[in-house]
């Protein structure tokens, strides 16, 4: 079993900045692509940035030039590095991962944790 857990949530004031981080556990996996999605309440959940094992990136439109996904293979870690934040940035951010392990691949998810731009 592989696990995501995410961390770096919290309140910031807009025009502010944090930075995410999610991490995978287990044993015998290896991680291929890697996202970070959102869900803010009564709305569905929408991708927010890929990367790809290799590195290559994909963004939001609504995110791009102020948002930034990043990787560390060593660490099975990924990072969201937003800045310039809106109050509409406010949301649940969940990490994904596609996981390979045991002869399988599959989708995980992390928790979760919650960011409130403030005005």
């Known amino acids: 079993q592989v696990q995501l857990v995410e961390s770096g949530g919290g309140l910031v004031q807009a025009g502010g900045s944090l930075r995410l981080s999610c991490t995978a556990s287990?044993?015998?996996?290896?991680?291929?692509?890697m996202a970070w999605y959102r869900q803010a309440p009564g709305k569905r959940r929408e991708l927010v940035a890929t990367?790809?094992?290799?590195?290559?990136?994909n963004y939001a439109d609504s995110v791009k030039g102020r948002f930034t996904i990043s990787r560390e293979n060593a660490k099975n870690t990924v990072y969201l590095q937003m800045n310039s934040l809106k109050p509409e940035d406010t949301s649940v951010y969940y990490c994904?991962?596609?996981?390979?392990?045991?002869?399988?691949?599959?989708?995980?998810w992390g928790q979760g944790t919650q960011i409130t731009v403030s005005s």
């Open positions: 287990g044993s015998d996996f290896s991680i291929n692509d």
């Open positions: 994904n991962a596609g996981v390979y392990s045991g002869g399988y691949y599959f989708t995980s």
């Open positions: 990367i790809t094992g290799g590195g290559s990136t």
